[in-house]
C-alpha cells in the first residue's frame, strides 16, 4: 500500500463531509484543525481546486545538487 498524498486526504475528508459526517470529527480524525477542514469545505463548494496552492517566494539560491549537503 503506497503513502496517500494530502490531495488525496483532502479529498477523503469531503467525501466524508458529503457522507454527513461532522465537521469537528473530520478534524479530529484527519488531524488538522475545525478552521482547516471549513475552509477546504468552501474552497470545494466554490469549485476551487483541493490541491496546494502555489506558494510565494522566489526561486531557490542554492543549485539542486547541493540540496542534500544542506540536508546532512
Known amino acids: ?6 490531495a488525496d486526504l ?9 457522507a454527513g459526517l461532522a465537521r469537528s470529527e473530520l478534524a479530529r480524525a484527519y488531524g ?5 477542514v471549513e475552509c477546504r469545505l ?7 481546486p483541493l490541491a496546494d496552492r502555489p506558494r510565494s517566494g522566489g526561486p531557490p539560491n542554492i ?3 547541493q ?6
Not at 468552501?42 to 476551487?48: K, S, Y
Open 10 to 18: 483532502r479529498e477523503r475528508a469531503v467525501a466524508d463531509a458529503d
Open 42 to 48: 468552501a474552497r470545494e463548494r466554490h469549485g476551487e
Open 1 to 6: 500500500m503506497g503513502t496517500r498524498t494530502p
Open 63 to 65: 543549485a539542486p545538487g
Open 32 to 36: 488538522v484543525s475545525l478552521r482547516c
Open 67 to 72: 540540496r542534500p549537503a544542506l540536508a546532512a
